[in-house]
């Protein structure tokens, strides 16, 4: 099985441990994992501000370093949603259409392809799960607490397989954080206000680490929690499923 | 052109192809073992308050009571006594006077706890709005589940106005506080007859 | 300086104890929304009949105008048609003055908003009562609604309190809603008793049979329509559906999607006038028929007004009806006002996080946060963005488009956080002014790789 990884741009710049252990993971399950090396951004900042026309240079990089592979696998939802829906490249109608189909959230990789049943990873510390929209109610990774439908979370079934770990829901269990891309600088008051009450919600619960399938989303919640002097952590899913404290 | 035209011929101009309409699928939708109980549940939790009697006899002997006590009473049920028919052409200047109001509803509706009113059955439009008090009577077998077969049971165009009341009026515009007795009536009992 | 979302959101939000308030009580509302969907096991298939039939009235939407008009002429029934805002406050303005009427009610209607019918009509020193609860209370304090369910929603106890002091002459200090409402109800009961003309809004209106539907708990629609001489009710043309049956899928979803009630207390059919009244019905497009021409967001007509999508968007609760400026506030006027005025709503579309919630409580499954998305492209390529977010955009796109390019950048962004922090913790970095910036490492994941990469492997 060739799997790519796609690992975001801020990811790369600024959590290179979170590509790090997505990358030890996949492996440590038998995947045959490459990293295309001349890979950028998915074009997602540029989409979501209104400018899905400027995203084209993107469109054609990620084509260009992403055909080929069986499986497209990255620790974030939400570059994962914006390829899967709105990668466009006219020269090469196949391989977008075989890209968009091939890409996957890392967490719905592991339950959904690689039916992962265990995993060798102790984590023992209380942990809080943020489940990022664009996951949930983009790539359906979770149920969603609006819908009637039959209850079910990807990331928690496989967060349940790690030893140790004293997992928690805050109250709203799938309430916007607030980040929402360039909205986290155009609308600052609603986006702050928004991630200070998911860390409210989780401070409830007496977590140590606040994780999530989407860094966009932790990286916004860790700068609320730095600022306020909290000792609460950020950590992505995948170093949570790679540890083995 | 005229407005008239104007509109729907941009409408024509710019509406999608035809579409099918859904088929409703009776049997998809939800039914009550005790339809009776579940309409009772559903209106006491919406502030309304349902009576089970065997017949009218009960309701009678207090309808004479009410009448007997001086308050303006209209009554709209045949069954029950002599019917005003005064209020038909009554002013609201003269309706806002009364205190209580009995009338015969077509059917209940078991899954949101309201009723059908038919303005044959209200005598005038404004009486279930306009009195503090309601009293409405249906007959336990009228009782359907949902709105699905209520809608099937009534014709809205027989007549020139009918309307579903379910409880009294209410607001929670103040901090989404309920309370009972907004503009209509304060209080609503349904007495459903065996 | 333009008012935009963002700048009146920051306002709302500085009384930070009155946006927790005001995130509370709405989440209140969808929660008590969720639990009547859930009592309901056919809730999904409900929202998909009701979706079906929107798609397929919009695709037949000329014909059912005019079978509707057809049979509420033969009603008797009068039926204006209105292009514009303009035109429909035109309309009712020629009825008041044919019957000299002093005296006018109205209940709930969103359009009359839209149309900004109560300014239009002071002009002329004619004066509209609002007469359901939440309404009365924003008129007397001289502000638009800020929710189009619970108008007074951004409004605590003792603001009314004193609001109804100050015009009722209620108890100074007394906010105990039961008063309030109690002076409220002898307050309007006035109103009604005396009015000589009712304007109500429409719910839905059915083609089969030219008669229409409002839903109010009050019984303010009602107390008006049946008292006055005269009663007018407005419709955005979209209002139509095409059979009384209908009404039942409908009728199910609205109040138990906008309040959780499992129906509103009245729910009134109206057919024909009552003798000796005179009842009239103003049809109107105001962009409607535009927006029906944009494939993309012509769906946004399907709109029953229950304000499920206000009350779950985690936007709307934490910046207030206000902030977004216009008559139909939250998701659905951010997919509705661009197509009114682009423009002046060019901030709206992107009020939002996208997070998808209002798409999932809407009852007729309109696609509302992909619809906010497309806007955004709409209102990027039409030139109503920033400036400076198309220069960002545009520098953006040149840098991630040339990997080498974007590789050197990161480097050295990373390197000067490091040696200088002070380069982005400072003023002018917004996220920086509640946030803290992370920390940057000294190595990409790439770098890393490059170096480790192999070993991994074996």
Known sequence: MKVALFIPCYIDQFYPQVGIATLQLLEKLGCDVSFPLEQSCCGQPMANSGFASLSKGCDINFVKN?????????????????????????????????????????????????????????????????????????????????????????????????????????????????????FCVFEEAVSVKMGKDRVEEHDANSVDYITGGDTSCLMHLEGILKRQGSKVKIIHIAEILNSSL | MSARENILNAIATNQPSLVPLPVIERNAVID?????????????????????????????????????????????????????????????????????????????????????????????????????????????????????????????????????IAGPSKTADIEQSLVIGAHGARSATVYVVE | MKTTHSKLAEKFIADEPRTDWHDETLWFVREKRDKAAHGLPEWEQLREWASQIKNHTLS?????????????????????????????????????????IQKIVKSKSMLTEECHLNEYLQQYNIEVVDTDLGERIVQFRKEPPSHIVLPAIHLKKEDVSATFHEHLGTEKGN???????????????????????????????VAETGGFVVCTNEGNADMGAHTAAIHIACMGFEKIIPKAE???????????????????????????????????????????????????????????????????????????????????????????????????????????????SCTNVCPVKINIHEQLWK?????????????????????????????????????????????????????????????????????????WYLKNGKINRN
């Open chain 1, 66 to 182: 992403f055909s080929g592979f069986d499986y497209i696998v990255a620790p974030s939802g939400s570059c994962v949603l914006h390829i899967k829906e709105h990668l466009k490249a006219e020269l090469h109608l196949e391989e977008v259409s075989r890209i968009r189909n091939n890409i996957y959230e890392l967490s719905e990789f592991l339950t959904d392809v690689l039916k992962v049943k265990k995993l060798n990873a102790r984590f023992p510390f209380k942990v809080g799960l943020h489940n990022s929209c664009h996951g949930q109610r983009g790539l359906h990774l979770s149920s969603m607490t609006e819908t009637m439908l039959p209850a079910f979370s990807k990331p928690e079934q496989l967060l349940n397989m790690v030893k140790d770990i004293q997992l928690s829901n805050p109250k709203r269990n799938d309430e916007c954080c607030g980040f929402g891309g360039t």
């Open chain 2, 32 to 164: 009550y073992e005790d339809r009776y109980a579940q309409f009772k549940t559903v209106l006491e939790s919406i502030g309304g308050k349902v009576k089970l009697i065997q017949n009218l006899t009960e309701l009678k002997k207090q309808f004479i009571a009410d009448k007997a006590s001086g308050n303006f009473v209209i009554n709209a049920v045949a069954d029950l006594g002599e019917l005003d028919n005064q209020v038909a052409s009554m002013q609201a200047s003269d309706m806002e006077k009364v205190e209580k109001t009995y009338i015969k509803a077509t059917l209940g509706v078991a899954e949101n706890g309201a009723v059908w009113v038919y303005e044959s059955q209200m005598q005038n439009r404004l009486l279930p709005f306009i009195c503090q008090h309601l009293i409405i009577v249906i007959d336990k077998k009228d009782i359907v589940a949902t709105m699905h077969q209520a809608y099937e049971s009534i014709d809205v165009a027989k007549e020139g106005f009918g309307a579903f």
């Open chain 3, 246 to 356: 209908h009404l039942g899928v409908f009728l199910r979803l609205l109040a138990r999607s906008a309040t959780g009630q499992p129906i509103t207390t009245y729910s009134s059919h109206f057919q024909k006038p009552r003798p000796g009244q005179e009842m009239h019905i103003v049809i109107v497009d105001n962009g409607r028929s535009k927006q029906l021409s944009r494939e993309d967001f012509r769906n946004s007509l399907k709109c029953i007004r229950c304000a499920a999508c206000f009350n779950t968007c985690p936007v709307y609760r934490r910046s207030g009806g206000h902030s977004y400026h216009t008559a139909v506030a939250g998701p659905i006027g951010s997919i509705l006002n661009p197509n009114l005025d682009m423009k002046a709503n060019a901030d709206l579309p992107f009020a939002s996080t996208l997070c998808g």
């Open chain 3, 375 to 447: 806007w955004r492209q709409v209102i990027a390529a039409e030139g109503y963005t920033d400036a400076t977010k198309k220069i960002g955009m545009n520098a953006m796109a040149f840098l991630f488009s040339k990997p080498s390019l974007y590789r050197f950048a990161g480097k050295w962004g990373r390197w000067m956080m490091r040696i200088f922090p002070f380069v982005t913790n400072n003023k002018l970095n917004i996220w920086y002014k509640q946030r803290e910036m992370p920390e940057s490492p000294k190595e990409s994941f790439r770098d």
């Open chain 3, 60 to 100: 037949n939407l000329s014909d059912y105008l005019k079978e509707f008009e057809e049979k509420a002429k033969a009603n008797g029934i009068i039926v204006h048609w209105a292009e514009n805002g303009a035109e429909h406050n035109k309309i009712i303005h020629g009825i008041i003055q044919r019957h000299k």
């Open chain 3, 175 to 205: 906010n105990d809603p039961q008063y309030l409402t109690e002076a409220a109800r002898q307050h309007l009961r006035d109103k009604f008793v005396q009015s000589e003309l009712a304007i109500t809004g429409v719910n839905f209106a």
